[in-house]
């Protein structure tokens, strides 16, 4: 019977490599400190496999990408240092068989090739994500096999049920595994920073890594999605896979370091077992069942009407009657609607009318709903079983008025500019978006208008309604 030795969460910092850093590593010695610590003890345990989570190999939205070839390639050329190079030996049974397991559970897996990744356009190599700690992990050990794996933009649930196949995997084989989880935290720590600064990313560094210390696997998973997306992190879907792989455990972390000196956050945990009782992928089931019912049944009117339209449309192919518990100024009212869809904090879905082309705000939403969660060209048509993890908002446009830039406000108006018969339109109070000229900017690019043609403008306001 195998078994996972151990599990560990490391980032990937390029710069952390002396050849690339170039003496900028210095500044982080603590992590690669760390990361020379973790690879001792790695050495120590006769591993023959190292299973890896990372966010920068091919992602999918639907599915798990996961490396199938014998052997795999890959050098950090892309960050100056091509002569840094790995070959590595991929555990072919192990894969095959972790796959084999997600696809009972109705998890969809992708397999890379050589020959599959040509077809979707990409390379068959290993990413930062896995050659960083493979830089300080192959001082230590060479004869070892590894299991490459990118997570997909799937719910979480489900990654922590793929993690839990990773372990039933490895239990029903003879490898005795290592865990790394890769993923770097927030990514705007500072204003010196490539990335910037917002409050959510020290807010997000400080939680996950309270979190994980005392093993609390529910707070994890109800984490505020609004901080999550705000701080910018690349490591939480790694997380929820490597606790899935935890499950049946009671865990405990422990922090080897944490630094964000250059406006990132790197964190390098290791963690304590201990068998335990307690299924923790029903509790996360049913306090998931429970977020959803505190969150829709006490909704506004206008969110719970998208919802329901979307989801009709889903389950029966056609569009809803307007119901009964529908306001009178959603019935006697017209006015354009922009319906709006989030996934775990990022967009799912966007599709609204700046004119209603409807006889109704309620017919405008139960219409633009169905829209945003099926015609937006920028997604997949949302899945019945994606509902539960969707959040919903609904914004009211009120009548634009002709306006000039001095009277615009970013986060109080929207704008719409037009030139013969091209029209953009920018919902306001958007995160980014914060001065005229870029609200501006990105209405013109929209509409495909020069910003040096005489374009006319229009604001207007939004009641915004959220779930």
Not at 74 to 82: E, Y
Not at 388 to 394: A, T
Not at 435 to 448: D, M, W
């Amino acid at each position: 019977m195998g078994t996972i030795k151990a599990f560990y969460t490391m980032p990937h910092p390029p710069i952390v490599v002396p050849e690339i850093g170039r003496g900028e590593e210095k500044k982080i010695k603590s992590t690669s400190d760390a990361f020379d610590k973790v690879a001792e003890e790695i050495a120590s345990m006769g591993a023959d496999t190292i299973i890896f989570i990372t966010p920068h190999g091919p992602v999918f939205s639907d599915a798990v990408a996961m490396s199938c070839e014998d052997r795999i390639k890959g050098d950090l050329g892309r960050f100056g240092a091509s002569q840094v190079v790995f070959e590595h030996e991929i555990n072919i049974p192990l894969t095959e068989k972790i796959m084999s397991m997600a696809e009972e559970e109705g998890i969809l897996t992708a397999e890379i090739t050589k020959k599959s990744a040509r077809r979707y356009g990409i390379d068959y190599e290993l990413d930062h994500g896995v050659m960083v700690p493979l830089y300080f992990i192959n001082k230590k050990i060479s004869n070892y096999k590894i299991v490459h794996i990118t997570y997909g933009m799937l719910p979480k649930l489900q990654l922590y049920r793929f993690g839990m196949c990773i372990r039933k995997a490895v239990e029903d084989s003879d490898n005795n595994a290592v865990f790394i989880a890769s993923g770097d935290l927030s990514h705007k720590l500072s204003h010196d920073g490539p990335y910037g600064y917002v409050q959510e990313g020290e807010m997000f560094d400080r939680e996950i890594i309270s979190l994980l210390e005392k093993g609390d696997v529910i707070g994890v998973f109800n984490m505020d999605p609004n901080v999550i997306e705000r701080a910018a992190e690349c490591g939480l879907r790694s997380y929820y896979v490597m606790l899935g792989a935890m499950n049946g455990y009671d865990f405990k972390g422990k922090l080897l370091s944490y630094e964000g000196t250059f406006g990132v956050g790197y964190s390098i945990m290791s963690f304590s077992l201990e068998k335990s009782h307690m299924d923790m992928y029903n509790a996360l089931c049913e306090k998931s069942k429970e977020r959803f019912r505190e969150k829709t049944g006490n909704a506004d009117p206008y969110v719970r009407l998208a919802r329901e339209s979307l989801t009709h449309y889903l389950l029966q192919g056609s569009y809803m009657d307007v119901p009964d518990y529908v306001t009178e100024e959603m019935l006697k009212t017209k006015r354009g609607v922009f319906v709006s869809l989030k996934k775990e904090g990022q967009l799912r879905g966007c599709i609204g009318t700046i004119f209603p082309v409807t006889n109704s705000i309620a017919e405008e939403i139960i219409r633009n709903a169905v829209e945003a969660g099926t015609q937006d060209p920028r997604f997949n048509p949302v899945r019945e079983d994606e509902l539960e993890e969707i959040d919903f908002s609904v914004d009211v446009l009120t009548e634009p008025e002709k306006a000039t830039k001095s009277e615009l406000d970013p986060k109080r108006y929207g704008v719409i500019v037009r030139w013969r018969g091209r029209t953009g339109l920018l919902l306001p109070d958007l995160e980014g978006v914060d001065t005229v000229e870029e609200q501006l900017n990105i209405a013109l690019k929209k509409a495909g208008i020069s910003s040096y043609e005489n374009y006319s403008i229009e604001k207007f306001e939004v009641i915004r309604h959220k779930e």
